[in-house]
C-alpha cells in the first residue's frame, strides 16, 4: 500500500466544521432537484424511447448519443464518445431444450451472450443436476458432466465462475434456471467478451424444474440442447465529460455508471437508473462549477454487461492519468431511498473512514453510514486492480418494485420511483462536492 498522491494532513473547513460553499450549495441542490423532470425524462429516453441497450446495438449507440447531448447541454467540458473495439456477440435463432422420450416435448430457453452455438443439429447429452452450481456440487458430478449438459438453479455462484467450472470439468453446455417464477428467463454474460467455450442458456423457472425432475427419473434421457448465435468485431464507446476545477485541475475524482443494458429489456433499475444518476450528479455540479476544486469525469460506461469492458478500457487508456485519480464513484443499481451510506470497496484504514463518513453526514445534515463491500463484478474492478480507490452511494430501495428481475424483461421504468432517485442523485452530488473539495479524503491508493 502507498499512500495516495492527493493526500495531505491539512484540515480546513471540512474537516472542522461546516463550509458555507457546501452549505449554500446543499441548499440550492435541495431546490434544484425538487424538481423530477430531468430525471424522468432522461429514464424515459433510455428505457421507453431506446429500450434495450446491449453492446454493438443500435439501441446502444442511440442511448450514448443521449447522454453525450445531456453532457454537453448541461455544460461539461470535452464532453465526447471513447470509442474502442471489441467481439460483439450476436444471437441468430431461438435456443431451445427438446427430449424424445418418454414424452416428446420442446422448451424455448434463451442462450447467454457469449456462449458458443451448438450447430443446427443440436447438442445430444444427458442432463447432470449440479443443484446449485457450487464448487463441491460440481466436482462430485465429475464423471458423469463429461461430455454431457450441466443443470443449475444458478443462484449459489456467480455465472462466470459456474460456466468456467463446468467447462473445466468436461461438460458439453449449461442450463442455468430462474429462480423467479412466471417462466421469464434470466440472461447474463458468461465470459468477459471472448466467445465461450460450450453452449449455455437461461430456463425458466417452470421448465426447469420439469427438466430437472425427468432427468433424476429417467437418468438415461437423451435432451438437445440447440443454441444459434455467432461473434463479430465490433465499435462501442464510453461517453465522457468533465467540469474542470478550478484548484488543482489535474487532480482529478470520476463518477460512473453503466449505461449498457442486456438485450433482453431495457434495464431499467440495472442500470438505466445509474447512468440517469450520473447525468443528474452532473447537472448539479455543473450549477456550481465556481465551487469545484478538482476536476471531475463523467462517464457513461460501455459493454459492462458483457464483461466490464468500457470501464476496463477507460482505466488502461487512461493508465498515465490513474495515479491522480483520487477516488470512483460507482453508480450501478443505485438506492433509492435512505437511510444512506457510503460502500467502500475493500477496508485499509476503516477507522478514518468512517469517521470521515460519520463528519460528513453530519455536515449535511442526514445519517450517513460507513460501510464496505468486495465483490469484482462492476465497473470499479478495472480501477480498484490499479490501485484507484472506489466507493458507490448505499441506501435503501423503498418504492422500487423491480422484484429481482434484474437480467429479466420485467426490468423497467414504471418500477423506478423518480422522486427517490432524484433524492439520491442530489446526495451523490452533494457527496462528490466533498470529495472534490474536502483538503482530507480518507482513501487512499493502494499497490495495484
Ligand atoms: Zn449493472
Known sequence: ???????????????????????????????ESKCACEVGRNLKALCVD?????????????????MLDRFKSYGLVDAHLEGFEFTAWRRGKPASLSFIKPTPNTFECYALPYSAPTGSGGLHGRIVDVGKGLAEELDSHKDALAGNIALTLGTGRHR????????????????????TPGGAFRTGSVTNATPGAIPCVSLGREAGQLVKGLAHKV???????????????????NVVGELVGNEYPDELVVIGGHLDSHEIGPGAYDNAAGAVMVMEVARLLARCHLHLKRTVRFI???GEEIGLVGSAYHAKAHEAQLTRIRTLCNCDMPPVSGPWSLNFYGCHDEESRRRYTHALGQQMGLTLDYKTFHHEHSDHAAFVRRGVPAFALGGGREGLTTG????????????????????????AARV?????NDELWPDRHSNP
Open 300 to 302: 457513461g460506461f460501455a
Open 160 to 179: 462466470h465462475d459456474v460456466y468456467e467450472h463446468s467447462v473445466a470439468l468436461g461438460a458439453a453446455g449449461l442450463i442455468i434456471c430462474n429462480t
Open 219 to 237: 437418468p438415461d434421457t437423451e435432451f438437445v440442447l440447440t443454441t444459434d448465435c455467432g461473434y463479430e468485431p465490433a465499435t462501442t464507446w
Open 404 to 427: 429481482g428481475t434484474c437480467h429479466m424483461a420485467g426490468d423497467t421504468a414504471d418500477h423506478i420511483p423518480v422522486k427517490g432517485l432524484c433524492e439520491a442523485s442530489a446526495v
Open 432 to 436: 462528490l462536492l466533498r470529495t472534490v
Open 1 to 31: 500500500m502507498t499512500p495516495g498522491p492527493m493526500q495531505n494532513t491539512d484540515t480546513d473547513s471540512h474537516t472542522t466544521g461546516r463550509c458555507n460553499a457546501c452549505s449554500s450549495f446543499d441548499e440550492r441542490i435541495a431546490d
Open 50 to 66: 431506446i429500450g434495450p441497450r446491449f453492446a454493438g446495438t443500435e439501441g446502444y449507440r442511440c442511448a450514448a448519443d443521449v
